[in-house]
């Protein structure tokens, strides 16, 4: 991976090397961590961070909902994020903010535990790398996605993906690229670390968070954009056959950002991006390269 010169650890900008932690670290060995993932784009004017806030709520919700310490507000954090980006002289990036139990104890009991902070930026590219453009393959996987009477799936938390670990690594052993899981029930949830959209007649069609989904922002991006182009957009639980009979297939995020699905289980959905997925995909990167004027408040420009 490519790294940077500084990151932000527990209040201090320290060097790449430098920012380690103990053995002994508490989240190291329990997942107890949530974090976020966020692009900052170069725009033409500048480096622009997409919808900022909107992460960082969604990282405050996540450490409410497990009672986890957060001592910064989301201003402090996101001022934090914009000079880690300047110090580091990045254009674009990737950036991770995460809040973590650290070095304290082997016990369970959270009480008196140390909540720390660490937001790392550092260049990224596609995630899919040359098939992002082109359209990969997805299995759906044997594997279930996490349901809410066991842990939220609604906070990002590190605990999380080892569910979605095993499922990619199913997936990628047997020749995809990427996972589909379905929900307990057997509804189609999202990718291993994506949401996931159906275009059929014209419509989008995405499962709604009560299957087991997380909030993505690039998915709420989405809906809002398609709805602004007089789409019509439904949030409503799919089954795994209307996969193998979709127009197309798309997932998204913040790190797959549009990608189409090609094909599912093997049935072919697409030859690359179908006209939905491209027209979609052409409109999320006009806004986040800040060429929309109607979504520029959701880029936090990085003045330098
Ligand atoms: C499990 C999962 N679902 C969906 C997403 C997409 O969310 P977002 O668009 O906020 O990045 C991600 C990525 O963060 C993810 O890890």
């Given amino acids: 991976m490519k790294t940077a010169k500084k990151i932000w650890m527990n209040g201090k900008f320290v060097d790449w090397k430098d920012a380690n ?10 997942g107890t961590a949530i974090f976020e993932g966020i692009r900052c784009y170069d725009t033409v004017n500048g480096p622009a961070v997409f919808r900022l806030d909107d992460h960082l709520h969604r990282l405050a919700n996540g450490t409410k909902s497990y009672q986890f310490g957060l001592d910064y507000s989301i201003k402090q954090m996101s001022d934090i994020v914009k000079k880690l980006i300047v110090i ?13 139990i650290g070095y304290y104890s082997i016990g369970l009991d959270t009480t008196d535990a140390p ?16 098939k992002s453009e082109k359209g990969i393959s997805c299995a759906v996987s044997s594997w279930r996605r996490i349901k809410s009477t066991i842990l939220s799936p609604h906070v990002k938390a590190s605990a999380n993906y080892l569910n979605s670990i095993l499922a990619k690594k199913e997936a ?12 307990d029930e057997g509804h189609v949830s999202e990718g291993s670390g994506e949401n996931i959209f159906v275009v059929k007649d014209g419509a989008l069609i995405t499962p709604p968070l009560h299957d087991a989904v997380l909030a993505g922002v ?14 019509e957009v439904f949030e409503r639980t799919l089954l795994r056959d209307e996969l193998y009979t979709a127009d197309e297939v798309f997932l998204c995020g913040t790190a797959a950002e549009v990608t189409p699905v090609n094909q599912v289980d093997h049935r072919r959905i697409s030859e690359g991006p179908g006209p939905v997925t491209k027209i979609l995909r052409d409109s999320f990167f006009n806004v986040v390269n800040g060429k929309d004027e109607r979504y520029i408040k959701w880029l936090e420009f990085v003045r330098g």
């Fill in 88 to 100: 580091n002289k990045l254009r674009s990036c990737y950036i991770r903010p995460i809040c973590y």
């Fill in 172 to 183: 990628m052993q047997e020749g995809f690229d990427e996972a589909i899981m379905l929900s």
């Fill in 21 to 30: 932690v103990h053995i002994l670290t508490h989240a190291l060995h329990y």
């Fill in 218 to 231: 690039t998915r709420d991006s989405l809906m809002k954009i398609a709805r602004d182009m007089d789409m």
């Fill in 115 to 130: 909540y720390e902070l660490a937001i790392v930026a550092f260049p990224f590219g596609k995630y899919f790398g040359g």
